[in-house]
């Protein structure tokens, strides 16, 4: 038994991986789940209530997910004494796909977060982040439909990673000295110091994992964005590292953009996926301007962090926001919001983000009807103005819904939507 404390669900099977490297997945995938802090429990049930009623609905009783809970954060703690105990990171290794509600981050002394720890320990590289719009969702932009991107972005380098120095202490003094007497570097005195390490072999499977994504849901541009214009050994390298992969990987699909129009007259050849680059910079104007150019977009850790936040404000803010942490093996899906401790045990919250975060997990394991079903659930339901608080206050003329009536709201559209397509 892999396991120290927990015991798995008497029912279901591992998913697998077969040796072309793709997923096996069982009629009975046993999936983890951590239900989170504050808030998490309100909207893991609703989720669950959700994603058990889609696999029903469009399975009836030939498919099913064994759940099997997990411990993490304050629940984990109070429990076992352990913010991150070994169980929960066995359970993600073995079952390969897992799904987790926002975690408290603890404060003073032992880890700077547990989602980055679980990230690191993992070495979940790629954070994988959706955006689209959900019509009726109020948002700043005028076509707001206009973006529907998804965001691959590094997820264990840069100076993001934490490796950084205090400013007076001997490691960050040690560091300066060295940086100006052997490399000529000029550093104020008494600076605090942040590394920005960032590999060719990080970048590269990063990219892989992108374009292949891009292939199999036949989009057809990759963006790689980045600051090499002023950061050339890090982000430059990025950018020259990401389209020599291409090169290497990918010649007879992907098309550089410089080659667009020396070799093909400016136009994509049809079923090509355009690789082009954009300086981070440009690119928030861009996704503003010109949303309806990008597709799958690939940054490092830094600009992945805050082109996320910016992409999801374009299409009505974090609240329906999903996303997930993944390697070749394993992937755990999240909602991206945090654990809104005010409002922890009101049945209240817009528990969107974590719902829509079980789509992408659906999609990961090849269980599309059922995503379809939930996308299609959500969106009636919103159209329908039928939402929570958050919402509620936006949009006029909207029925205020608990976080359990909207995910009842859903399971009864998907209901009806299945009802529809049998008539
Ligand atoms: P937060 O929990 O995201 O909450 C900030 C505000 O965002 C809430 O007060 C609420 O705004 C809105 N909000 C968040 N989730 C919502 C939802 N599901 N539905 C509707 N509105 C929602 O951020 P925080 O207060 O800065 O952080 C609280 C704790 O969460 C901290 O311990 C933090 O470290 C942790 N955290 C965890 C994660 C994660 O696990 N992935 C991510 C971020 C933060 P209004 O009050 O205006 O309605």
């Not at 064994?66 to 629940?75: L, R, T, Y």
């Not at 070495?123 to 009726?136: E, I, K, W």
């Not at 997930?324 to 922890?344: L, Q, R, S, V």
């Amino acid at each position: 038994m892999p396991f120290q404390k927990l015991a798995p669900p008497a029912r279901g099977t591992a998913i697998t991986k077969g040796k072309s490297g793709a997923l096996v997945v069982p009629r009975d995938p046993i999936v983890p789940f951590v239900e989170g802090d504050g808030t998490g429990p309100d909207i893991w049930r609703a989720t669950k209530r959700v994603l058990d009623a889609a696999v029903q609905k469009s399975y009836h009783d030939e498919r099913t997910i064994e759940w099997f809970e997990v411990f993490a954060g304050e629940k984990a703690n109070n429990r076992f004494g352990e913010w991150l105990p070994a169980d929960t990171l066995t359970a993600l290794r073995l079952y390969r796909v897992g799904i987790k509600g926002p975690l408290t981050t603890p404060v003073g002394g032992g880890m700077r977060s547990i989602n980055v720890a679980i990230r690191q320990k993992l070495d979940l590289y790629a954070c994988v982040r959706p955006v689209r719009y959900f019509s009726g969702v109020p948002s700043p932009m005028k076509n707001p439909e206009k973006l529907d991107a998804i965001i691959f972005r590094e997820n264990t380098e840069d100076v993001y990673a934490g490796i950084e120095y205090e400013a007076g202490s001997p490691a960050a003094t040690k560091l300066i000295d060295f940086l100006t007497k052997n490399l000529g570097a000029a550093i104020r005195p008494g600076s605090g110091i942040g590394i920005k390490p960032m590999s060719r072999e990080a970048t590269r499977n990063l990219v892989r994992r992108a374009i292949n994504y891009a292939i199999a849901q036949r989009k057809h541009t990759v963006t790689l964005v980045h600051k090499g214009n002023i950061m050339k050994f890090t982000e430059g390298a990025f950018r020259t590292w990401g389209y020599e992969l291409a090169r290497e990987e990918f010649a007879d699909l992907v098309v550089p953009e410089e080659e667009l129009a020396a070799k093909h007259g400016g136009k994509l050849p049809p079923g090509k996926i355009l690789l082009n680059d954009r300086i981070a910079d440009a690119m928030f104007q861009q996704i503003l301007l010109r949303p309806e150019e990008y597709q799958v977009i690939v940054t490092p850790n830094l600009n992945g962090d805050y082109l996320s936040d910016a992409a999801a404000a374009q299409v009505g803010g974090l609240g329906l926001a999903p996303g997930g942490n993944m390697n070749d093996d394993i992937a755990c899906f999240e909602a991206t919001h945090g654990t809104a401790p005010k409002y922890a045990g009101q049945d209240k919250v817009n528990p969107g983000s974590m719902i829509l975060s079980g789509v992408l997990l659906l999609e990961h394991i090849g269980w599309q009807e059922a995503a379809s079903a939930v996308i299609r659930g959500l969106e009636r339901t919103i159209a329908q103005k039928r939402v929570t608080y958050d919402l509620h206050r936006q949009i006029e003329g909207a029925t205020l819904l608990k976080c359990s009536e909207f995910g009842e709201a859903i399971v009864e559209n998907i209901d009806q939507r299945m009802a529809k397509s049998l008539r």
